[in-house]
């Protein structure tokens, strides 16, 4: 039995509403730049930047977290996201990058920060679930989003408006609980390379983990709309999926705090490749595609849920601090390369994008059948 204090499920529950400020953003601005002509190849481009504003602050992030206190740290983060989002209706598209980029900045603060201070906050024997827990209301935050635009519509400002009232009530929440300092904040972090050699297999499956994860909410109703689904239906495709992130981590947390973690992150991942490639064959039965997705969501984002799992019960201090800044890198630099190759994939093939993740997936699955990795 496990118990969470206030302060973790504080930070949690404004997890969980940032993510629902980025799964309302990414596919808004998608969908807006493909309603204002232009193609993928410029929305891929364009997500690209967010995750550029991921790959320069990274660097900076072990500095920051020793010099400012936690909570000012995500306090500032929360505000900058709701400015930003105001400023995109008012503003053309050259300043979309601009702000794109900004997003990336405080995206990146918010996510490194909270997955350090949740793993140094939690036991050993409830690291899984607590670990589950944080993905899966961070996944329910990005499935809400795509359900809330159902609601508002693209074409108004409203939607814009209403993911920065969103972070703004994240950092009410988070004001009013507080943030306690841990002590390897003030710790200084192992290198990038000393990291790799620790930990490589974790910081590949982030850095999947994000180029799957932007391509997919940039480019999956598009991919959905290009195959006959009206915006509705492909918007909520995307829920759908994230739906499946959610419900499904908390069995994966519980079962990856029974057995091999190592052992289990191989097995999702040859599910996730199969399940990429039953994309195309399921497409024209909404209802088996909802089903299939929804299974495949949370498969797939269990990886990632237990390799930082994993690397936090191997860890402590200025090694888990260094693993962590590599692996935020890693999930800028997928991030950054996700979108692209999603829009070349698209341009290329019709079932491009689930094949560009099949190949991902493979990939990374063929890495882990490494023992030394």
């Not at 980025?22 to 193609?39: F, H, K």
């Not at 936690?70 to 209706?89: D, K, N, Q, Y």
């Not at 949370?298 to 693993?323: K, N, Q």
């Amino acid at each position: 039995m496990f118990i969470f204090n206030k302060n973790i499920l504080s930070v949690i529950f404004s997890v969980t509403i940032f993510g629902l400020t980025y799964g309302l953003s990414a596919p808004l601005i998608a969908l807006r730049l493909d309603d204002n002509g232009y193609g993928e190849m410029i929305i891929g481009l364009n997500a690209a930047m967010q995750a550029l504003g991921v790959l320069v602050i990274a660097p900076f992030l072990p500095a920051l977290f020793r010099r400012f206190q936690t909570l000012t740290l995500m306090l500032v983060s929360l505000v900058g996201i709701a400015l930003v989002l105001c400023l995109f209706p008012f503003t053309s598209l050259p300043v979309w990058f601009l702000l794109r980029f900004i997003l990336g900045v405080f995206i990146e603060i918010i996510m490194v920060l909270t997955e350090t201070w949740l793993n140094d906050s939690t036991v050993e024997e409830a690291r899984g679930k607590t670990m589950a827990l944080y993905t899966a209301c961070l996944s329910l935050g990005f499935a809400a989003g795509p359900v809330l635009l159902v609601w508002l519509g693209t074409d108004s400002f409203q939607p814009f408006m209403a993911g920065g009232l969103i972070a703004l009530l994240a950092a009410l929440c988070l004001a009013k609980t507080g943030m306690a300092r841990q002590e390897s904040d003030a710790v200084a972090a192992t290198g990038f390379v000393r990291s790799l050699q620790l930990a490589l297999l974790a910081i590949v499956a982030t850095a999947l983990n994000a180029a799957v994860e932007v391509a997919g909410m940039n480019f999956l109703s598009l991919y959905a709309l290009a195959h006959g689904w009206s915006d509705n239906q492909a918007t909520t495709l995307i829920s759908v999926l994230l739906l499946g992130a959610i419900v499904l981590q908390l069995p994966l947390g519980w079962l990856a705090d029974k057995v091999d973690r190592r052992r289990l992150i191989t097995q999702l991942a040859v599910i996730s490749t199969l399940g990429a490639l039953m994309w195309p064959l399921i497409l024209p039965y909404p209802l088996l595609a909802y089903g299939v997705l929804f299974l495949w969501g949370g498969f797939f984002v269990g990886i990632y849920t237990v390799a930082i799992t994993w690397v936090g019960s191997l860890f402590r201090g200025a090694e888990l601090a260094g693993i962590y800044a590599t692996m935020s890198v890693a999930w800028g630099a997928g991030a950054l390369l996700g979108p692209i190759l999603g829009g070349v994939a698209m341009e290329m093939a019709t079932h491009g994008l689930p094949w560009l993740v099949a190949l991902l997936c493979l990939m990374f699955t063929l890495l882990s059948l490494r023992k030394e990795v």
